[in-house]
């Protein structure tokens, strides 16, 4: 007996080393470390307050990138568990049921949603819940001179084909190069915007699980290049990245936020259709609130309650937009259109409702606004008009459709791109604002 009783201990200790996880909890989240480093527990945290009224608290497991949250509710203990591996591994913990909700910094891949597809549509608003923007910030040593690069450019780096500063108008010394391992979904939307098809990233790169850890190695290697989440800047310096002929972007509020920065993201929920349990389905709910977002906003990360901003405009903005927009602001959102269709996507859909909110907290109305639509590069300019024109249409009685009716619209062709030639960015309606 004493023998049968030993070896119990022994498994069960066996089990929490290799990170099988034996501490029962209410609710469990997978995945992205983006998410799961600070911002799930954040809003975790911070929905288990509104919920009880009590503050929760917050302990490691054991296992590294994993936290508790525990907080009592009438006499019974609610325990949180947030597991931040990286996005591909939460998608395998919801598929084996191990995870009531799946943190991702990427979106689902086609691949994944049609696996998925007997259980959910992870493509529909009851299942993608777009909780964050991010920008996938590009850094360097402080002292590096190098102050922005093209996106082509910052390939041929991460592919070793540009191995020294001086290349780029830095000093000449050899590039160390740092990335996020292969579980990650910043890896992935980097290999994605980044390296594309084109390139593959070079053998010497150094690999990172966490986005902090990365940030600070650089920050303290003159040689270094990395990238990182926004949230996980911290003593690096930023570079400003362009695409194709439009200008170079450093992320900010407005780039970011209205998702014009090159390499801004966005950072999702996942659950399996419509959350049922009152845990999964309440934090959801936080998580999109006015007051989610001021976590995020906390968190480091871009907040989606719009905000209305001057932005800096820059010598190829044409004298025409100057005197369009001279009495407005722009609010820190654009609505976006799934991809090969004429229907707003998921957060635009979300971004409806926000705008209708803003008024409503600003005390301005319908008459206060004004939406102007973009077109990508076309082979006439009455053509790029005509589609600028229908996509802030659409936008227009979608507002309409939630209450703010006749809003002025306006299409501005495919003039000022934000992204190279064909990029989907570039096909977006802004909303500015009055600004008296």
Do not use: C
Not at 383 to 407: F, H
Request: glycine share 8%.
């Amino acid at each position: 007996m004493r023998r049968l009783h030993s070896f119990k201990i022994v498994t069960l200790l066996a089990m929490m080393t290799h990170g099988i996880h034996t501490l029962a909890a209410d609710l469990q989240i997978h995945g992205s470390n983006t998410v799961g480093a600070t911002l799930a527990p954040m809003l975790v945290s911070g929905y288990l307050e509104q919920l009880t009224g009590t503050a929760p608290a917050l302990k490691p497991t054991g296992r590294e990138n994993e936290q508790l949250i525990t907080v009592a509710d009438n006499g019974k203990q609610v325990k949180v568990m947030v597991a931040a591996h990286g996005s591909s591994t939460g998608y395998k913990a919801l598929v084996e049921g191990k995870a009531d909700i799946w943190a991702s910094s990427r979106p689902a891949k086609p691949t994944e949603a049609e696996q998925f597809r007997n259980r959910a549509d992870l493509t529909t608003l009851d299942s993608e819940h777009v909780i964050a923007i991010d920008g996938l910030a590009i850094l360097v040593h402080p002292a590096n001179p190098v102050s922005r690069l093209t996106i082509d450019t910052l390939g041929r780096i991460y592919a070793g084909q540009i191995r020294n500063w001086s290349e780029v108008g830095g000093p000449d010394r050899p590039i160390r190069l740092y990335a996020r391992d292969d579980r990650s979904g910043t890896w992935d939307t980097f290999k994605s915007l980044v390296l594309g098809k084109q390139y593959t990233l070079a053998p010497s790169a150094v690999r990172y699980e966490s986005n902090d850890q990365l940030s600070d190695d650089v920050s303290r290697d003159p040689a270094g290049i990395g990238f990182a989440g926004l949230a996980s800047v911290r003593n690096s310096k930023v570079l400003a990245i362009s695409e194709g002929d439009a200008p170079a972007l450093k992320p900010n509020q407005l780039t970011v936020a209205s998702e014009d920065y090159p390499l801004s993201r966005r950072l999702f929920m996942y659950t399996p259709g419509k959350p049922d349990g009152k845990l999964a389905a309440g934090l959801i709910d936080f998580a999109l609130s006015s007051e989610g977002q001021k976590l995020v906003a906390e968190s480091g990360f871009i907040s989606q309650n719009p905000i209305a901003v001057k932005p800096e405009f820059d010598n190829s903005v044409p004298q025409s937009f100057h005197r369009l927009t001279a009495q407005y602001r722009r609010l820190t959102v654009n609505f976006r259109f799934a991809e090969g269709r004429t229907k707003l996507d998921n957060k635009a859909l979300r971004d409806l409702r926000r705008v209708g909110h803003y008024l409503e907290q600003t005390g301005k109305t319908a008459d206060d606004l004004m939406l102007i639509g973009f077109a990508d590069q076309q082979s006439n300019e009455l053509r790029a008009q005509m589609i600028s024109e229908l996509r802030a249409l659409s936008v227009r009685k979608a507002l309409g459709a939630e209450g703010i009716p006749d809003v002025a619209y306006t299409g501005y062709g495919h003039y000022m791109p934000v992204g190279g030639r064909g990029s989907q960015r570039n096909g977006r309606v802004e909303v500015w604002v009055l600004s008296r």
